[in-house]
Nanobody, 111 residues
Framework: QVQLVESGGGLVQAGGSLRLSCAAS????????MAWYRQAPGKQRELVAQ???????YYADSVKGRFTISRGNARNTVYLQMTSLKSEDTAVYYC?????WGQGTLVTVSS
């Protein structure tokens, strides 16, 4: 069994920054790739960013230049640094890896 636990969400004003963290635990040696998804109210869940082999990254067009995904030094950790946040970034953010989902962390951006 693998568990992914996110943290770092919250309320921030437009233009502000937040850093999301995700740590995996359980019976798995290494998770690769790891990704962040988000789901806004009334919308489908969408891929925000993904990191493979610690260096290969993908970003949705809507977050390019504002969000940065990175792996942590601890095994099976991943971060999402979000800057220049906009109201349309408001969503529940989910960590994903090896077929497992975290429980989600809410990010609310006030305009």
């Amino acid at each position: 069994q693998v568990q992914l636990v996110e943290s770092g969400g919250g309320l921030v004003q437009a233009g502000g920054s937040l850093r999301l963290s995700c740590a995996a635990s359980g019976s798995i040696v290494s998770i690769n790739p790891m990704a962040w998804y988000r789901q806004a109210p009334g919308k489908q869940r969408e891929l925000v960013a993904q990191i493979s082999s610690g260096v290969l990254t993908y970003y949705a067009d809507s977050v390019k230049g504002r969000f940065t995904i990175s792996r942590g030094n601890a095994r099976n950790t991943v971060y999402l640094q979000m800057t220049s946040l906009k109201s349309e970034d408001t969503a529940v953010y989910y960590c994903y890896g090896a077929g497992y989902w975290g429980q989600g962390t809410l990010v609310t951006v006030s305009s």
